[in-house]
Nanobody, 125 residues
């Protein structure tokens, strides 16, 4: 499985970015798809995920009501629309495909699935 995240960049606080992730296989082949982030000196954090069977979505409390996860099955692409960005959102963002594990896909360790090169998001104050 190959995944390539893109769309990161430098944005001012309050701004928006949309990240994209193309999968090498049909997106519906996976149980769940997700975004997680890694900031310097911080633990890896699950940001959002979607269960492909029914489209159920989950969000970390830190991004709820600001971020939106979506997919385009025809393009095998996962998106993360990020609004009202804050400096604390600064991180490298990765997309991942996940197996079923735990109560929600947000709890699933990405190392149980597949993930690829991330994209840097920097939010200036």
């Amino acid at each position: 499985v190959q995944l390539q995240a893109s769309g990161g960049g430098l944005v001012q606080a309050g701004g928006s970015l949309t990240l994209s992730c193309v999968t090498s296989r049909p997106i519906l082949d996976y149980y769940a798809i997700s975004w997680f982030r890694q900031a310097p000196g911080k633990e890896r954090e699950g940001v959002s995920c979607m269960v492909n069977s029914d489209g159920t979505t989950y969000y970390a409390d830190s991004v709820k009501n600001r971020f939106n996860i979506s997919r385009d099955k025809g393009k095998n692409t996962l998106y993360l629309q990020m609004n009202a960005l804050r400096p604390e959102d600064t991180a490298i963002y990765f997309c991942a495909t996940l197996p079923p594990w735990g109560d929600t896909c947000l709890e699933t360790d990405p190392d149980l699935g597949s993930w690829g090169q991330g994209t840097q998001v920097t939010v200036s104050s």
